[in-house]
């Protein structure tokens, strides 16, 4: 039995009875005929040459193009950055009260120097001060480091997808399943010989959305680049799933 046949067995919801489609095996007069159903009671079944044509035909939109890998971890970033509503914001707002303090810091060492304070008073707060922007300080390397690691994990992921789309018909029956749930983590339906599903992977299906972006607009400049960063944000609603799908797209083992 050709393995490609069973890979979405269990992952496809019936249409009409909602339960998860099984693989099936049917007896032609002259080769085995491979379908997807769920039992006798329900009557809907699809073959599973079709079903896997049409789930590898779909597959290819989530092939990030090489060439803008870069692009894709930029947008994806600032769009984590907008919805998080953290990094930017935080490092501005932390950058202020540091200057703050050591602005204090001057003053009171201006009236230490003009003999306004005595240099106890100026001890306690210059010990205070130095402790409130270490700890500010502290703060800020933090969300600076959160952005690296966040870039790390996209680079990771786009690489991951770049991969996986490539090698998915080399790869054997467990590989692509776990492929197809990393994708579909709510699996999916076929209606009309399209594929529906409640949830796409949000990392992939952004990826998606910046190729389509792209080739409609083939000349880039940095306005488009808002503008793709908007289209992005936009369609990123529930960002709850952001980081854990994006961790399990970066985390997914790709041998090759
Ligand atoms: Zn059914």
Do not use: W
Not at 47 to 58: D, I, K, P
Not at 129 to 144: A, D, F, G, K
Not at 181 to 204: D, H, S
């Amino acid at each position: 039995m050709n393995c490609s046949n069973s890979a979405l067995r269990g992952f496809i919801i019936c249409p009409k009875c909602q339960k998860k489609l099984q693989g099936s095996k049917c007896k032609g007069r002259h080769k085995h005929y491979y379908y997807y159903h769920y039992e006798a009671s329900c009557k809907y079944r699809i073959n599973s040459e079709n079903a896997n044509r049409l789930f590898v035909e779909n597959l290819k939109k989530y092939q990030p193009i090489p060439e803008v890998k870069k692009l894709y971890t930029s947008l994806l970033y600032e769009t984590h950055r907008d919805l998080s509503n953290s990094a930017g914001e935080q490092k501005r707002r932390l950058a202020e009260q540091i200057k703050d303090y050591e602005i204090r810091l001057g003053n009171a060492r201006d009236l230490l120097l003009s003999l306004k304070i005595d240099p106890d008073d100026y001890k306690v707060m210059k010990e205070d001060y130095h402790e409130r922007i270490t700890n500010l300080e502290r703060e800020l390397s933090m969300v600076v480091n959160e952005k690296h690691s966040i870039e790390e994990l996209l680079n990771k992921g786009v690489d991951n997808l770049i991969k996986l789309n490539e090698t998915y018909a080399d790869r054997d029956l467990s590989d692509k399943r776990s492929l197809i749930g990393l994708i579909y983590p709510e699996n999916f339906t076929i209606r009309e010989n399209k594929i529906q599903t409640a949830r796409v992977n949000k990392i992939i299906e952004s990826i998606c959305l910046i190729n389509r972006e792209l080739r409609a607009k083939k000349n880039g400049t940095k306005d488009d680049f808002y503008l793709l960063s908007r289209r992005v944000t936009s369609t990123i609603q529930i960002h709850t799933n952001f980081m854990q799908d994006l961790k399990k797209l970066a985390y997914f083992q790709v041998n090759l």
